[in-house]
Protein backbone atom coordinates (compact mmCIF):
# COMPACT_ATOMS: atom_id res chain seq x y z
CA UNK A 1 0.00 0.00 0.00
CA UNK A 2 1.46 3.71 -0.65
CA UNK A 3 1.36 6.01 1.81
CA UNK A 4 0.63 9.65 0.22
CA UNK A 5 3.75 11.86 0.31
CA UNK A 6 3.61 15.28 1.19
CA UNK A 7 5.73 17.40 -1.29
CA UNK A 8 6.27 20.71 -2.45
CA UNK A 9 4.72 21.05 -5.90
CA UNK A 10 6.08 20.74 -9.31
CA UNK A 11 5.23 22.31 -13.03
CA UNK A 12 4.26 18.96 -13.58
CA UNK A 13 1.19 18.84 -10.62
CA UNK A 14 -0.07 22.11 -12.23
CA UNK A 15 -3.11 20.71 -14.25
CA UNK A 16 -4.13 18.43 -11.86
CA UNK A 17 -4.04 21.14 -8.89
CA UNK A 18 -6.27 23.43 -11.44
CA UNK A 19 -8.80 20.39 -11.51
CA UNK A 20 -8.71 19.72 -7.73
CA UNK A 21 -8.95 23.73 -6.81
CA UNK A 22 -11.96 24.53 -9.89
CA UNK A 23 -13.73 20.88 -8.72
CA UNK A 24 -14.55 22.83 -5.14
CA UNK A 25 -15.25 26.53 -7.27
CA UNK A 26 -18.16 25.45 -8.98
CA UNK A 27 -19.02 24.13 -6.03
CA UNK A 28 -18.82 27.96 -4.74
CA UNK A 29 -16.41 26.90 -1.68
CA UNK A 30 -13.50 28.26 -3.05
CA UNK A 31 -12.13 30.85 -5.55
CA UNK A 32 -10.92 29.24 -8.89
CA UNK A 33 -7.09 29.79 -10.52
CA UNK A 34 -6.43 30.21 -13.49
CA UNK A 35 -3.21 27.91 -15.51
CA UNK A 36 -1.25 31.16 -15.77
CA UNK A 37 -1.84 31.89 -11.77
CA UNK A 38 -0.99 28.53 -10.85
CA UNK A 39 1.78 28.61 -12.97
CA UNK A 40 3.44 31.85 -11.34
CA UNK A 41 2.90 31.07 -8.30
CA UNK A 42 4.11 27.07 -8.46
CA UNK A 43 6.53 27.93 -5.74
CA UNK A 44 3.80 28.71 -3.08
CA UNK A 45 2.05 25.09 -3.38
CA UNK A 46 2.75 22.10 -1.12
CA UNK A 47 1.01 19.14 -2.62
CA UNK A 48 -0.18 15.60 -1.17
CA UNK A 49 0.74 13.01 -3.88
CA UNK A 50 -0.05 9.26 -4.54
CA UNK A 51 1.16 7.26 -7.35
CA UNK A 52 1.12 10.37 -9.45
CA UNK A 53 -2.72 11.55 -8.22
CA UNK A 54 -2.38 14.65 -6.12
CA UNK A 55 -4.92 14.53 -3.54
CA UNK A 56 -4.53 17.69 -1.79
CA UNK A 57 -3.16 20.98 -2.06
CA UNK A 58 -2.75 24.30 -0.37
CA UNK A 59 -0.40 27.48 -1.14
CA UNK A 60 1.78 30.07 1.45
CA UNK A 61 1.78 33.21 -0.37
CA UNK A 62 3.96 35.77 1.69
CA UNK A 63 1.42 38.94 1.84
CA UNK A 64 4.04 41.59 3.69
CA UNK A 65 7.58 41.60 5.79
CA UNK A 66 5.72 39.47 8.77
CA UNK A 67 2.61 38.49 6.89
CA UNK A 68 1.95 35.36 5.23
CA UNK A 69 -1.59 34.24 3.63
CA UNK A 70 -2.36 30.35 3.31
CA UNK A 71 -4.95 30.26 -0.16
CA UNK A 72 -6.28 27.53 -2.27
CA UNK A 73 -6.98 24.79 0.52
CA UNK A 74 -8.44 21.62 -1.18
CA UNK A 75 -8.13 17.79 -0.74
CA UNK A 76 -10.19 15.40 -2.80
CA UNK A 77 -13.44 14.39 -1.43
CA UNK A 78 -12.80 10.58 -1.29
CA UNK A 79 -9.81 11.34 0.87
CA UNK A 80 -11.13 13.94 3.31
CA UNK A 81 -11.22 13.90 7.35
CA UNK A 82 -7.64 11.72 6.93
CA UNK A 83 -5.24 14.25 7.94
CA UNK A 84 -4.23 15.30 4.90
CA UNK A 85 -5.42 18.86 4.92
CA UNK A 86 -3.98 19.86 8.54
CA UNK A 87 -0.85 18.41 7.15
CA UNK A 88 -1.02 20.90 4.42
CA UNK A 89 -1.41 23.74 6.55
CA UNK A 90 0.84 22.44 9.09
CA UNK A 91 3.40 22.55 5.94
CA UNK A 92 2.68 26.25 5.41
CA UNK A 93 2.84 27.09 8.83
CA UNK A 94 6.14 25.70 9.31
CA UNK A 95 7.52 27.37 5.97
CA UNK A 96 6.15 30.88 6.73
CA UNK A 97 8.22 30.71 10.21
CA UNK A 98 11.03 29.54 8.39
CA UNK A 99 10.57 32.50 6.00
CA UNK A 100 9.85 34.59 9.31
CA UNK A 101 6.51 35.71 9.19
CA UNK A 102 5.29 36.62 12.41
CA UNK A 103 1.84 35.73 11.08
CA UNK A 104 -0.18 33.91 8.65
CA UNK A 105 -4.04 34.23 7.74
CA UNK A 106 -6.52 32.86 5.70
CA UNK A 107 -9.57 33.92 4.26
CA UNK A 108 -12.22 30.66 4.13
CA UNK A 109 -16.00 29.88 4.20
CA UNK A 110 -14.35 26.77 6.85
CA UNK A 111 -13.50 28.62 9.90
CA UNK A 112 -13.97 25.41 12.31
CA UNK A 113 -11.42 23.76 10.37
CA UNK A 114 -9.22 26.78 10.76
CA UNK A 115 -9.90 27.14 14.56
CA UNK A 116 -8.97 23.89 15.55
CA UNK A 117 -5.61 24.83 14.20
CA UNK A 118 -5.18 27.79 16.36
CA UNK A 119 -6.53 30.54 14.12
CA UNK A 120 -8.72 33.09 15.19
CA UNK A 121 -11.48 35.47 13.48
CA UNK A 122 -10.38 38.47 12.85
CA UNK A 123 -12.03 41.61 11.22
CA UNK A 124 -11.54 42.16 7.74
CA UNK A 125 -9.97 45.66 8.44
CA UNK A 126 -7.51 44.46 10.70
CA UNK A 127 -6.05 42.86 7.56
CA UNK A 128 -3.71 45.41 5.70
CA UNK A 129 -4.57 46.41 2.38
CA UNK A 130 -2.48 44.90 0.60
CA UNK A 131 -3.99 42.03 1.00
CA UNK A 132 -7.26 43.56 -1.04
CA UNK A 133 -5.47 43.94 -3.92
CA UNK A 134 -6.38 40.48 -5.17
CA UNK A 135 -10.01 40.94 -3.89
CA UNK A 136 -10.70 43.87 -5.71
CA UNK A 137 -10.52 41.40 -9.20
CA UNK A 138 -12.30 38.78 -7.17
CA UNK A 139 -15.77 37.64 -8.72
CA UNK A 140 -17.44 37.79 -5.58
CA UNK A 141 -15.91 41.50 -4.29
CA UNK A 142 -17.66 43.39 -2.33
CA UNK A 143 -20.22 40.61 -1.54
CA UNK A 144 -17.25 37.97 -0.33
CA UNK A 145 -18.76 36.21 2.55
CA UNK A 146 -15.13 34.31 4.03
CA UNK A 147 -14.21 34.52 7.35
CA UNK A 148 -10.92 36.38 8.07
CA UNK A 149 -8.51 34.13 10.45
CA UNK A 150 -5.26 34.92 12.06
CA UNK A 151 -2.62 33.15 13.47
CA UNK A 152 0.32 34.43 15.60
CA UNK A 153 3.17 32.32 15.08
CA UNK A 154 6.10 31.89 17.57
Known amino acids: MH ?4 RKATIHDIKQIQALIN ?3 KL ?3 LP ?3 NELYENIRDYWVFEERGKILGCAALHVSWDDLAE ?5 VAKNKQRKGLGKQLISACIQEAKE ?11 KDAFFAQ ?4 RVKHENLPH ?6 INCCKFPNCQEIAMLKQLS
Open 70 to 74: IKSVA
Open 23 to 25: SFA
Open 130 to 135: KIWAEC
Open 28 to 30: DLM
Open 99 to 109: LGSKRIFVLTY
Open 3 to 6: KPML
Open 33 to 35: RSL
Open 117 to 120: LGFK
